[in-house]
C-alpha cells in the first residue's frame, strides 16, 4: 500500500530557528498536504499543494509540492512557542474513491 | 458553529460492551470519513462514505459498523469491545477529492 516517509519523528528547535520537514513517498500523488495537530485536537489544514513544482506560503509557512510528485517540505520560519504540534503530510491520489494517506506526523518542539 | 462536531470528547468504558461515536459536519461536505489514531499518533483510516454511500472500508474488524442515515452524518458503532480499540477516533469530511479534509477534534475511546 501506499506510504508516506516522515522523519526524524521529534524535532527540537529554539524560538526564532527556522525548521524544514520533508515527506517522501513510494508513490506518486497528485495532492499534497501538510496538517498541524495540536493536543486534544483534530489535525488542521496548513497548506495544499495541487500541483507538481508549486510553492505555497501560508504566513511563515512555506510548502512544495516535489516535481517527481513523490516528495513534499514544509518549511517554518521565525519559529514561535505556539508552533509546537504534530505536523503530519497527506498525499491523494486522483480518482472520486482516493484516499486521504498520513505519513507517521513529526513532533515540533520550540524552545523559548 | 464547529463545522465538524464529535460526541462524546471522551468515552470509558468495559471490554465486551458496545459504544456507538457520532459525527456531524455542517459544511455541506458530500464525503465523510472515520481515522483511528494509535498510541504513536499514526492516522488510518477506516471507512469513507459518500452521500450516505460506502466507498472506502479498510481492514477493519466487523465489530466496527458505520452508518450514514444522510450525507450531513455519519456514526460509528463498535461492537464487543476490545482493549486494543483503545484510540483516539477523528471524523472527517470533504467536498472534493483532493481538497483536503476538515477533521472534527477526536473522541478519545479507553477501553478497561
Known amino acids: 500500500g501506499q506510504q508516506l516517509n516522515q522523519s526524524p519523528q521529534s524535532m527540537f528547535i529554539q524560538e526564532g530557528e527556522d525548521v524544514s520537514m520533508n515527506c517522501t513517498s513510494s508513490s506518486i500523488f497528485n495532492t499534497w498536504l501538510w496538517y498541524k495537530q495540536e493536543p486534544g485536537e483534530g489535525p488542521v489544514l496548513l497548506i495544499a499543494?495541487?500541483?507538481?513544482?508549486e510553492l505555497t506560503s501560508n504566513g511563515r509557512l512555506t510548502a512544495q509540492f516535489g516535481i517527481t510528485r513523490k516528495d513534499s517540505f514544509l518549511n517554518i520560519s521565525a519559529s514561535i512557542p505556539s508552533d509546537v504540534g504534530i505536523y503530519f503530510c497527506a498525499g491523494q491520489a486522483t480518482g472520486a474513491n482516493s484516499k486521504l494517506t498520513f505519513g507517521k506526523g513529526i513532533t515540533l518542539s520550540v524552545r523559548p | 458553529d464547529t463545522a465538524v462536531s464529535q460526541t462524546p470528547k471522551y468515552l470509558v468504558t468495559q471490554m465486551g460492551n458496545d459504544k456507538s461515536i457520532k459525527c456531524e459536519q455542517n459544511l455541506g461536505h458530500d464525503t465523510m470519513y472515520w481515522y483511528k489514531q494509535d498510541s504513536k499518533k499514526f492516522l488510518k483510516i477506516m471507512f469513507s462514505y459518500n452521500n450516505k454511500e460506502l466507498i472506502i472500508n479498510e481492514t477493519v474488524p466487523n465489530r466496527f459498523s458505520p452508518k450514514s442515515p444522510d450525507k450531513a452524518h455519519l456514526n460509528l458503532h463498535i461492537n464487543s469491545l476490545e482493549l486494543g480499540d483503545s484510540a483516539v477516533y477523528f471524523c472527517?469530511?470533504?467536498?472534493?477529492?483532493?481538497?483536503?479534509?476538515?477533521f472534527g477534534s477526536g473522541t478519545r475511546l479507553t477501553v478497561v
Open positions: 499543494l495541487y500541483k507538481a513544482g
Open positions: 472527517a469530511s470533504s467536498q472534493n477529492s483532493g481538497n483536503g479534509y476538515t
